[in-house]
């Protein structure tokens, strides 16, 4: 089956927000933003925007009828600023007119008068300053600090991670209509329609059930629109009750790029204690987070990153204390891995400077200290059908890792001037919100009288192709053609209180959901269709290919003829059907629990070219093992590894987020921030999925896939510093990602201070 959104978006029939055709009387919004980056405001002038052609309305904080606030896990953060100002790009008014550009020349007009403030943008300085969001969070296993004593070799080191953008193809907008009530109904590109709503009832002072969210699809979210999806929808629901006009805003690319947050960068400091058997016995880190003006989603990050710092690893003896840091930096949020990569680089980091120091090679400490059944997780929780080596020992089958380090080291000896490097990276990734109450979901299926069936959840079409997800497992339980199934958009009305679509869960709780509640109406079919062929075993009865057979005779029902003549004798064919995750809890207080459903494991071997004369250099291959368990949509999961493993390339090497010390963004804009393109994508991305991999708590053994795979890029990291020590044995260069060109040419004549 093709993922159908395929063909729509080739046609460029898919509808994103800024596609909607808008009713007559329609306004837009434009947002003015600060443009220093710490300071008190004195005043803000919008005398010359308000009486600009075209300009309707100049919303300041002061015209907020609710609460002027939209922090989620801290209420740190206001819609507008009003007192102050604590990063560059800090939305303080919203221009109303009648075109989207007056809107825009309006917004430039307003002045702010702003008394500037120290600006910190320094994670290290922040937390010298004690700028701390949250308290401290630690994770502990064993007593790592008796243990150095135990260990032949004892290193420190410190590890850095930048930032990345994550440019969703659709920037972020929203547009609100106002209805009768005092409502509003909101189309929004959000993982999170009830953030949004929740969030909108705050803002106007409304009962939710006033606001209405709908989610037709996002042009991509990567973690941006988990939480920062919703201010501009609360914006446009602002407008649209003050004006009762519809208002529509659609970020411009560069406003998109300074206003809203990215991947948290990192700076970290470990110790790590090895036996010279390569057994690590000990393991000490500190991570400091830079969490930007406001806490967002970071001490949820900030908590996953903690859960990942072993990576796919058992270490015995672990001491893992993380700090999130205020910084003035726009606030910093979700993205794909949601802390988890951060965390594992580190790790990554570790091994390879002990691999260094014992002379040997980095995937021998790897494989020897990899997670077996039944080793414990830093928080408490058991290995259960653990693939880590079952990953490692299909990779090695595939891609034979001794003819990766032959191929390197014959060309190495060969070629001066270019080195090829190597590395190789295994994931182990925990599927749940780590937050186990986030941990639920809703399906809404109808069955109309002609046999078609509509399925509504909670899950965001961004891409990912879960709509195609849930229509195979729906179309797998009424075993009817998948023309005949539609996803819904994704509504407050029809999914109430849904979590975001976010933590790679999307397909597992709203799957869940919609096969439940598919598998209600399946029965309540066979029920009705066994007492009218007088079978007393409704087992007997069964639909295949939609055909209703009595005892495996062809009762001559088509689907279509079960579903009138139920709908006739007036059985419902409607279901609601809820999902929790089972057993899963996690004690805050003590850090331990049993906080994921399940792991998803891999391998990748990330082999790389490196100019040493120019500092730049290619991905040459990237072999994947994964572990996606029984595929719900091999298509769809292989695209979805392929995606992650670019974008983890990405962040590992050319993705540069850049700020001045002033907390300026210098890199807003396409010319000066470079993702990877075709060009640059490895010449080999091959991805087989590991065999036999058993799930019992998803649909049809199916595993979470969206984020995982994103870790494989670490990789390619440690295969540049491979090919860097090929050029210059035994040189020690700074861990810093991203490792760009510069940086590589940093690496290999700078001298070592
Ligand atoms: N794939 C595409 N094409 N676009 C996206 O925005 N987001 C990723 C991942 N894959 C994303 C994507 C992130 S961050 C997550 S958490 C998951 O998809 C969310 O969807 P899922 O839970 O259905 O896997
Ligand atoms: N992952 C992703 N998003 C989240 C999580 C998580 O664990 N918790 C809250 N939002
Ligand atoms: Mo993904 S970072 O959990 O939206």
Known sequence: MKNFDAVKHVRGESKFVDDILVPEGTLWAHVAYSRIAHGHIKSIDCSSARSMAGVKAVLLAADIPGENQIGGIVADEPLLAEHSVHYRGQPFAIVIADSALAARYGAEAITAEITPLPVITDVREAFAKNELIIPPMQFELGDAASEWAHCDIVLKGTAETGGQEHLYLETQGAFAIPVEGGGVKIVSSTQSPTAVQRVTAKVLNIAMHLVEVDVPRLGGGFGGKEDQATQWAAMCALGAVKLGRPVKMILHRQDDMRMTGKRHPYVSDYTIGLKNDGTILAYDVVFYQNAGAAADLSPAVLQRTLFHCTNSYYIPHVKAVAYSCRTNLPPNTAFRGFGGPQGKFVIEAAIVAA???????????????????????????????????????????????????????EFNALNEWTKKGYAVMPICFGISFTNTMMNQASALVHIYTDGSVGVSTGAVEMGQGVNMKILSIARTVFSIRPESIKLETTNTTRAANASPTAASTGADLNGMAAQLACGVLLDRLKRFAAERFDQPYVDLIDVRDEVVYNEEHDTGWTWQRLVAEANSARISLTCQHFYATPEIHFNRDTSKGHPFAYHVFGTALVEVTLDCLRGIYEIDAVNVVHDAGHSLHPAIDLSQVEGAVMQGIGWMTIEEVVYDKDGRLLTDALSTYKVPDMHFAPNVLSVDFLQHSENPLTPFNSKAIGEPPFMYGIGAYFALLSAVKAFRPGKQVPIVAPLTPERVLQALYEKCS
């Open 355 to 409: 691999a260094e120091a014992l002379h040997v090679e980095p995937l021998l400490i790897q494989k020897k200290n990899l997670l077996k059944e039944g080793d414990e997780f830093p928080y408490g929780q058991v290995t259960e059908r653990c693939q880590a080596h079952a990953c490692w020992e299909a990779l090695e089958e595939k891609s034979p890792i001794e003819a990766a380090r032959k191929r390197a080291s």
